[in-house]
């Protein structure tokens, strides 16, 4: 004990007793950053997370879409002889879907020992599955998309100046069917007051 006491003794003397404090000093302040903050933020709270960031362009694309939809279709509507004024709704089931690039024959090994009837015989198993094809971007790693579909449209309300007749009402049902693919009785049409 006492050869360590003295090694000590004279460390502290060799490096100072100043720097000696300022290095218990850092290894505090750099003990303290690397403990979690405990103010209940997560990783997504903050932003750091790549989830939430993501749900937050899925949700803003997803409205972008819907809006342009809208517009469009008022537009298109209103040029029509006996609709008038015309102002569109629609709803979304889903979002976009992005189809990726998979490869084609993965196959895993699985050898699974089965005793039938008693005859020990064993029996082999390959499973087949499919793995995406990633590329690196200037975002990071990411699976290669070959399709992206459309988001998949609920519903859609019209309310129109000339919607009185039926058949003012028939053409919205069946411009709205030529431009969505969505069945009659998920399209609203009604007279604006």
Same mark, same amino acid.
């Not at 750099?30 to 750091?48: A, F, I, R, Y």
């Given at each position: ?37 405990? *103010? ?43 609709? $008038? ?9 889903? *979002? ?13 090994? +699985?050898? *699974?020992?089965?005793?039938?009837? $008693?005859? $020990? ?10 793995? +995406? ?15 992206? +579909? ?13 919607? $009185? *007749? ?28």
């Amino acid at each position: 004990m006492e050869i360590k006491a003295k090694n000590i003794r004279d460390f502290v003397q060799k490096i100072g007793l100043p720097r000696l404090v300022l290095f218990v000093l850092a290894g505090v302040v750099l003990l303290v950053l690397s403990l979690p903050s405990g *103010s209940g933020e997560t990783e997504s709270q903050t932003g750091d997370g790549s989830g939430s960031a993501a749900h937050q362009d899925v949700l803003q694309a997803m409205e972008t879409y819907v809006k342009e939809q809208e517009k469009e279709t008022e537009e298109i509507l209103s040029r029509v002889e006996g609709i $008038g004024a015309v102002e569109v709704m629609v709803t979304l089931a889903a *979002s976009e879907e992005k189809i990726p690039l998979q490869d084609q024959d993965v196959t895993d090994d +699985n050898t *699974s020992e089965q005793n039938q009837t $008693g005859s $020990g015989r064993t029996q082999s198993s390959y499973q087949s599955r499919k793995e +995406n094809v990633l590329v690196s971007g200037s975002e990071g790693e990411g699976p290669y998309v070959v399709q992206v +579909n459309s988001p998949t449209i609920e519903g859609i309300v019209v309310v129109a100046e000339g919607a $009185g *007749s039926g058949r003012v009402k028939k053409e919205i049902i069946e411009a709205i069917q030529a431009l969505f693919p969505i069945a009659s009785h998920k399209i609203k049409v009604m007279k604006m007051k």
